[in-house]
């Protein structure tokens, strides 16, 4: 098959380059513009999708609306077949889905129909899923709310980050796209509707997300720090009880531990063993990042800082209004 890619995040690289060497034709490859990125935001920075074909020597278009009529014209002018969408980052009309003959499939990271939105591994790392797993769909008017032609599913391990899900589902999508692409081809694709009764959201993020809030239980905080790791991280603001100063810092790894709760317990407190407490159990917490530094662990933050009892970590938006 004659096959157009629309793409910008790494997430779709494995994708693209398995249609690329297969024995379908790469026909054509639209990505977001470039924009500035980095701690500075100087100069315009290419789209992953960009730079994969940057290095193999395939052309990439750029296009800030995929559904102006110029870009309109430009897809199709590839004369595919098939579109796959993947981590795009646009609205895609019917006007551009439907100049291809199987019109187009998407590639989502969830069971559909959970977690459709921009953040679905954030979502169910961050609910304690145990299972996620990548959805073949058609584009549809409503966000991921197309028919599923195929799914595919792994397990959450405990340690597990968005950063290291991402990793694994991006490359779970490569063996099941493939096998749906020859099944259009042949004409032995299943289309099944999702069940709208299942359907919960995952809307894209924002930095107040990853704020913490220390009356919650310490297993559902882990799940905040793992969900949100390593953007936008869970942040809180460490205040030190000997001298008053405080530090904002951004938690990479921690674990709940038991705790019998005590009177004058105040959450947020680093206990007699330095851990956190919280409004069920403690966490104890392995590495963070404090602001403008590198991660470490938490050992070593400790003995940076003189860390005891009764040092307390607040609530990133309290600290900004100085309630603590």
């Known amino acids: 098959m004659r096959i157009v890619f629309l793409g910008s995040a790494q997430f779709g690289v494995p994708c693209l380059e398995a249609i690329y060497r297969s024995r379908h034709e790469l026909v054509g490859v639209f990505t977001q513009p470039a924009r500035p990125a980095g701690r500075h935001r100087s100069q315009p ?14 052309p990439c278009i750029e296009a800030p609306n995929i559904n102006e009529p110029d870009m309109v014209k430009q897809v199709a002018a590839c004369q595919a077949d098939l579109m796959v969408v993947i981590a795009f980052g646009q609205k895609i009309g019917q006007e551009v889905i439907g100049l291809q003959k199987h019109a187009a499939v998407n590639v989502h990271a969830s069971l559909l129909p959970k977690y459709r939105g921009a953040a679905p591994i954030h979502g169910a790392i961050m609910n ?17 709310a197309g028919l599923i032609l195929a799914q595919d599913a792994i397990p959450i391990l405990p340690d597990d980050t968005v950063e290291s899900v991402h990793d694994k589902l991006s490359d779970l999508a490569v063996g099941t796209l493939l ?6 081809d042949s004409g032995s694709v299943t289309y099944l509707e999702q069940n709208e009764t299942l359907v919960t959201k995952a809307p ?20 905040q720090i793992r969900g949100l790791w390593p953007w936008p991280a869970a942040q809180s603001v460490y205040v030190s009880s000997k001298t008053g100063k405080s530090w904002r810092v951004a938690m990479c790894q921690a674990q709940a531990v038991p705790r019998t709760k005590e009177d004058g317990d105040v959450c947020g407190t680093l206990d007699a063993n330095l851990n956190v ?7 104890h917490l392995l590495k963070l ?8 662990d938490f050992e070593a933050y400790v003995n940076g800082h003189d860390c005891q009892p009764g040092d307390l970590f607040v609530s990133a938006e309290k600290a900004m209004n100085g309630l603590f």
């Open 45 to 58: 920075t290419p789209t992953d999708v960009a730079m994969w074909c940057q290095k193999h020597d395939v």
């Open 277 to 283: 407490i919280c409004g069920g159990g403690a966490l």
């Open 179 to 184: 096998k749906t692409i020859e099944q259009l």
């Open 204 to 223: 894209k993020l924002t930095k107040k997300d990853g704020y913490i809030d220390w009356n919650r239980p310490a297993c559902e905080i882990v799940n």
């Open 289 to 296: 990042k404090p602001a403008g530094s590198h991660l470490m």
């Open 128 to 144: 304690g899923e145990t299972e996620t797993g990548i959805s073949i769909i058609t584009l549809a008017d409503r966000m991921d």
